[in-house]
């Protein structure tokens, strides 16, 4: 893969990771609803919100090195009735909007929880399409690596340990920051933080788990083919790929799992939750690489049939 192609993966996984991490949050978030004051939801909302938008932004800009002719990309949304390539751009362009209005309310207006909620959703659903979107691009009859609706089930997998990874490092930097500026007013978020740090890595794992089913899945089918093309995609991935195939599974078990021994024990303990930002970040930037190794894979494996 040149450079302009290693702009698909960088934009695909920041998507799913923008969008998981949102999802889980606002889901956090519905549950805290009753706890917290308006203020102080918007407070501890603000600093998340942003660095997600700012997420989807680096998305949507890398995106644009993969094409010849980056300034004309919002032309591609006319074909939104019968491309699935234009719903993708379509739906990215609203996700992008609706988490800038999301963000911009935190940051300048106060109250209006309802409407923020509301965004919120709206932005997740956006997300969630786009996901949805850029799957179904790959499922082609002349790709028959592609050419599976696991596709699209292994995508939302991958979404939810992104988003579960990402969303620790998050929450875990946001309490230092907390502790920084008002130690005082940071003690109540760090005892929620405890208690949502071990359902966070719970998501990640049932994501993983999840993605390495649809993995052996796909990979069965494909051996029950007798098709040329599906028996090369085969011999490429457990023959000159399969290095990166294997660290490409084991830094994510690894991130994922390192997450769960130590928010896990950290728990039992009774220990502040502030000592593991570090092991976030190393298991944030474990399963990342993972992930950007696995959609490489993606599509150097393929073997197109046909013309």
């Known amino acids: 893969m040149n450079l302009r192609e290693w702009a698909l993966p960088i934009y695909t996984v920041l998507i799913q990771l923008a969008t998981g991490a949102l999802l889980i949050f606002w889901v956090i ?26 997420t989807v932004c680096i998305a949507s ?41 999301l963000t911009g309310l935190h940051w300048f207006v106060e109250g209006r929880r309802t409407l923020k909620s509301r965004l919120g959703w709206i932005a ?7 996901i949805y979107s850029m799957a179904r691009i790959y499922m082609l009859p002349t790709q028959i690596f592609w050419n599976s609706t ?15 990874v990402a969303l620790s490092a998050i929450l875990l930097m946001d309490l230092n920051f907390f502790y920084a500026i008002d130690p005082t007013s940071a003690k109540p978020h760090e005892g929620t933080l405890t208690r949502v740090l ?12 999840l993605s390495l089913l ?18 090369t995609s085969l011999e490429l991935l457990f023959g ?29 303990k009774g220990d502040s939750p502030r000592n593991l930002i570090g092991d ?21 494996v393929h073997v197109r049939i046909g013309i």
């Not at 090195?65 to 751009?89: C, K, Q």
């Open 29 to 54: 978030r519905a549950r805290l609803y009753a706890h917290y004051s308006v203020r102080e939801l918007d407070r501890v909302s603000r600093v998340p919100v942003t660095i997600l938008f700012l």
């Open 61 to 101: 800009i890398g995106a644009h090195f993969h094409l010849s002719r980056p300034f004309f990309s919002v032309l591609a949304i006319r074909n939104f009735g019968s491309s699935w390539l234009s719903r993708e751009i379509t739906f990215t362009i609203l996700l992008l909007l609706s988490m800038a209005a």
């Open 124 to 130: 997740i659903l956006f997300g969630l399409a786009t």
């Open 150 to 164: 696991g596709e699209v089930f292994s995508d939302y997998a991958t979404m939810l340990i992104l988003g579960g």
């Open 198 to 209: 071990g359902p966070l890595s719970g998501v990640a794992t049932v994501g993983l788990v």
């Open 214 to 231: 649809f993995d052996i899945e796909h990979i069965t089918n494909l051996c029950a083919d007798c098709n040329a093309s599906a028996r």
């Open 240 to 268: 000159l790929y399969q290095p990166l195939f294997v660290i490409r599974i084991a830094l994510s078990v690894l991130g994922v799992g390192w997450l769960l021994f130590r928010f896990t024990r950290t728990r039992r």
């Open 280 to 300: 976030a970040y190393l298991a944030s930037t474990l399963v990342l690489v993972g992930e950007v190794l696995g959609r490489f894979l993606f599509y150097a």
